[in-house]
């Protein structure tokens, strides 16, 4: 087997008297043989160059696609919910459309009402105290209420019943002053 010659760079410098030989020794690197084993070549050097104007070129060009993809996504997420409005304000307007959507709305939102109907208003009769101001979770269980609602139906009748009205009714005759039946001229 040949044994090749190690290049003087890399033989370890003999040991001097005054030295321990298990301290490491300095390598001296020979920075001249290093640059001639990478020979730079004038095509290399070219190409290095037209990569990195390549990327210098490229990468706004990138970005700014990138950027106007995202517009892209963003309005057609507008354009979709615009169309679930119009679709949504469609429906609304076919409803509107029957007569009994028409009289329901009436009702409910004006209280319209049809000639020699009587319509009786229920008032809240729980004072503004009592309501909680915070509200509790909606559960999924069913729970038995803490107060007895014919009770209350009977009580919100009976005050009903013996309110007094601020015009008096047609049928009754307007008392008179002087109670008796006759006016006084």
Do not use: C, H, N
Request: glycine letters at 4%; zero cysteines; hydrophobic letters at 40%.
């Amino acid at each position: 087997m040949v044994r090749r010659p190690t290049p003087p760079s890399s033989v370890p410098p003999p040991v001097k008297k005054g030295q321990d030989a298990a301290a490491p020794a300095q390598r001296k690197v020979d920075v001249r043989a290093w640059m001639a084993a990478s020979r730079l070549s004038g095509f290399t050097a070219i190409m290095l160059g037209l990569v990195v104007i390549a990327v210098f070129v490229l990468v706004p060009t990138i970005s700014t696609y990138i950027g106007q993809r995202q517009q892209i996504a963003a309005l057609q997420q507008s354009v979709q919910v615009t169309k679930d409005q119009i679709a949504e304000l469609q429906r609304q307007k076919a409803r509107w459309d029957d007569p009994a959507y028409i009289t329901t709305q009436a009702r409910e939102r004006l209280y319209f009402t049809k000639p020699g109907e009587v319509v009786y208003l229920v008032e809240d009769d729980v004072p503004d105290t009592d309501i909680p101001q915070e509200k509790k979770p909606v559960s999924d269980e069913v729970e038995a209420t803490q107060t007895d609602w014919m009770a209350q139906l009977l009580r919100s009748v009976a005050e009903a019943g013996l309110a007094k009205t601020a015009v008096p009714t047609s049928e009754s005759p307007a008392p008179t002053p002087t109670g008796s039946g006759s006016p006084t001229r």
